[in-house]
């Protein structure tokens, strides 16, 4: 696995985020993944952590195997999230997302899926990403953190 760059900004990566999760992602070419443990201050209700920041989780691992993948950055067009059990603060979660289909570059399809770390499925997604133009690339680039070829290998 390698250690794929990540923003200044971002809220799941972003290293100058101060209420982000601040995560990184490293990838195998193929799935794009990330170890983490959200904290008590994510929860939504009776410790259990908010399915909005779940969602988000899984969001983010996808959109990157869209950009390992595909050599593109992309933004989510539609995300459908399945809960299958609590997701809790203080747990060593693992998110894997990977890019299932590419439709002509004009549409990616992916899947996501979030692990205890007994492996035990927390939450699954599947998501539509729709690639940006070379121009709004260009300018998300100048925010990253390392070196944006390690991705694209261009």
Same mark, same amino acid.
């Given at each position: 696995?390698?250690?794929?760059?990540?923003? /200044?900004?971002? $809220?799941?990566?972003?290293?100058?985020?101060?209420?982000? $999760?601040?995560?990184?992602?490293?990838?195998?070419?193929?799935?794009?993944?990330?170890?983490?443990?959200?904290?008590?201050?994510?929860?939504? $209700?009776?410790?259990?952590?908010?399915?909005?920041?779940?969602?988000?989780?899984?969001?983010?691992?996808?959109?990157?195997?869209?950009?390992?993948?595909?050599?593109?950055?992309?933004?989510?067009?539609?995300?459908?999230? /399945?809960?299958?059990?609590?997701?809790?603060?203080?747990?060593?979660?693992?998110?894997?997302?990977?890019?299932?289909?590419?439709?002509?570059?004009?549409?990616?399809?992916?899947?996501?899926?979030?692990?205890?770390?007994?492996?035990?499925?927390?939450?699954?997604?599947?998501?539509?990403?729709?690639?940006?133009?070379?121009?709004?690339?260009?300018?998300?680039?100048?925010?990253?953190?390392?070196?944006?070829?390690?991705? $694209?290998?261009?």
């Amino acid at each position: 696995m390698r250690t794929l760059p990540h923003s /200044r900004s971002c $809220f799941v990566c972003g290293e100058s985020n101060p209420i982000g $999760f601040q995560l990184r992602l490293e990838t195998d070419d193929r799935t794009v993944q990330t170890h983490f443990v959200l904290r008590p201050e994510h929860v939504g $209700f009776k410790q259990i952590v908010h399915g909005g920041l779940v969602s988000t989780l899984l969001d983010e691992v996808m959109a990157w195997a869209c950009a390992v993948q595909a050599k593109r950055f992309a933004f989510c067009a539609e995300l459908t999230v /399945r809960f299958l059990r609590p997701v809790r603060p203080n747990e060593q979660l693992l998110a894997i997302g990977e890019l299932i289909v590419n439709r002509r570059d004009k549409i990616f399809e992916t899947k996501a899926k979030l692990l205890n770390a007994e492996g035990t499925l927390l939450a699954s997604a599947t998501g539509k990403y729709l690639p940006i133009t070379q121009a709004d690339a260009l300018e998300m680039a100048d925010d990253l953190v390392g070196d944006p070829q390690r991705v $694209f290998g261009a």
